[in-house]
């Protein structure tokens, strides 16, 4: 079984920063970043594997934001940068048990209930 727990979400102007937490719990193969806008549907963010240093991004991301992870504290991070106001979401971290390729939702095995971010203009 593996918890997920999300932290650091908040209010942030367009051009500013972040950093988002995810609490793990238990083992996973690979631990995920989606996010959810109104009225949207969930898509995906990032992505980073538990025993190599790979890593994926969504192209709408992939030059301001950097996943990573601490394994002695069994958390991971999401650092925002360059924040837009279309980057207002609930950001949610997920677990699978077996890497994926590529990452959807529907392959997620864990999910975190999420923390909200909002970016103003």
């Known amino acids: 079984q593996v918890q997920l727990v999300e932290s650091g979400g908040g209010l942030v102007q367009a051009g500013g920063s972040l950093r988002l937490s995810c609490s793990v719990s238990?083992?996973?193969?690979?631990t995920y970043w989606f996010r959810q806008a109104p009225g949207k549907e969930r898509e995906f963010v990032a992505a980073i594997r538990w025993t190599s240093t790979t890593t994926s991004y969504s192209d709408s991301v992939k030059d301001r934001f950097t996943i990573s992870r601490d394994n002695a504290k069994n958390t991971m991070y999401l650092q925002m940068s360059s924040l837009k106001p279309e980057d207002t979401a609930v950001y949610y971290c997920?677990?699978?048990?077996?890497?994926?390729?590529?990452?959807?939702?529907?392959?997620?095995?864990?999910w975190g209930k999420g923390t909200l971010v909002t970016v103003s203009s």
């Open positions: 238990g083992r996973a193969h690979s």
């Open positions: 997920a677990a699978t048990r077996f890497g994926v390729l590529p990452p959807n939702e529907a392959a997620m095995d864990f």
